[in-house]
Nanobody, 112 residues
Framework: VQLQASGGGLVQAGGSLRLSCAAS??????MGWYRQAPGNERELVAQ???????NYADSVKGRFTISRDNAKNTVYLQMSSLRVEDTAIYYC?????????WGKGTQVTVSS
């Protein structure tokens, strides 16, 4: 499985960004986004199952929305009301047949 992410960039606090991640192959299970800020461990942001079950980190609830298009094996992360502390490299993640797959990461920078 290869994951191709896009949509990162620089935005002012309070702004919005949308991340996309397309997975190659079929029978993709849970897809989601993790992030890692400098000096911090990688943490879960949001994930969604093929059936639409969703899990968010408490820090993004009410601000971020994850969705997926199963026909396209693509997951989206709509990020709104962005904060400086959301600055990180965002990694797309997918599970397929018990294996974990990661995208290369896309930088999201939120300026004050």
């Amino acid at each position: 499985v290869q994951l191709q992410a896009s949509g990162g960039g620089l935005v002012q606090a309070g702004g919005s960004l949308r991340l996309s991640c397309a997975a190659s192959g079929s029978m993709i299970g849970v897809m989601g986004w993790y992030r890692q800020a400098p000096g911090n461990e990688r943490e879960l942001v949001a994930q969604i199952s093929p059936e639409g079950e969703i899990n968010y980190a408490d820090s993004v609830k009410g601000r971020f929305t994850i969705s997926r298009d199963n026909a396209k094996n693509t997951v989206y992360l709509q990020m709104s009301s962005l904060r400086v502390e959301d600055t990180a490299i965002y990694y797309c993640h997918a599970i397929r047949w018990g294996g974990n797959y990661w995208g290369k990461g896309t930088q999201v920078t939120v300026s004050s």
